[in-house]
């Protein structure tokens, strides 16, 4: 893997040039190799050529969206490991739901703190490494997920999860520390055929609770907004 005391490799996607030179300036400060790219096609041809731990992209870009792109970038088994953090003027809670649904680990809106922006970086990073490899697996507060192997352990004791409530987790732990709203869950864990309405996610969420034991309290209510893992 390439990097030096940073960790890795980020390639920054935005063709705002003035964005990119703050957020590559910070990354090299901290000793992370950086790769920028103002547009799909770029980012592409970097991928391709280079090793990239992760990515840092823009939603509006020209030609090819964020978006679009990020939705290839999941889909693509060379690609699909590499976590994502994704940079948004947008406000609504619409393109965030977007971005998670479509594979997103985590979104900062513009305008950023450069402090917040690295600690995001360091965060995913740290969450996405095991055995000084980046793969998709998610750690946090005594909890791992292995993602590709649909697995949950604490402990090393596998927890069994039904669908809803691995995904739930899944959510919550990829932000860790964050709230995420009732919107944003119930409409990330819906698909086509079924609602999550506020009620079942109540259920899911208790139900995951008590499954988690004592690891369970690490599942905060934030009352009439949301639910915050605490992985501290």
């Known amino acids: 893997m390439s990097g030096s005391k940073g960790g890795g490799t980020v390639l920054v996607i935005d063709d705002d040039r003035a964005i990119v030179d703050v957020v590559e300036t910070a990354l090299k400060a901290e000793g992370y190799s950086v790769r920028t790219a103002k547009n799909a096609d770029q980012a592409f041809a970097t991928m391709t050529n280079d090793v990239v731990d992760m990515l840092i992209l823009d939603v509006q870009l020209p030609g090819i969206s964020g978006l679009k792109l990020l939705e290839i970038v999941k889909q693509d088994p060379r690609t699909s490991s590499v976590p994502v953090l994704m940079l948004t003027t947008r406000k609504s809670e619409s393109d965030k739901v977007a971005g998670l649904k479509t594979g997103a680990d985590d979104y900062l809106g513009k305008p950023f703190s450069v402090k917040e922006l690295l600690a995001r970086v360091e965060a995913l990073l740290r969450r996405t490494r095991h055995d000084g490899r980046t793969s998709r697996v998610i750690e946090a507060g005594g909890i791992r ?78 009352h009439g907004i949301g639910y915050r893992f605490n992985g501290d």
């Open 145 to 222: 997920i292995d993602l590709d192997g649909l697995m949950v352990t604490l402990k090393d004791k596998k927890i069994d999860l039904r669908k809803a409530e691995f995904d739930l987790l899944v959510r919550l732990m990829q932000r860790s520390g964050q709230v995420l709203t009732y919107q944003i869950l119930s409409e990330a864990l819906s698909d086509g055929t079924k609602v999550m309405t506020s009620e079942n996610l109540y259920w899911h969420a208790k139900n995951l609770r008590q499954k988690l034991g004592s690891a369970g309290a690490k599942i905060e209510t934030v």
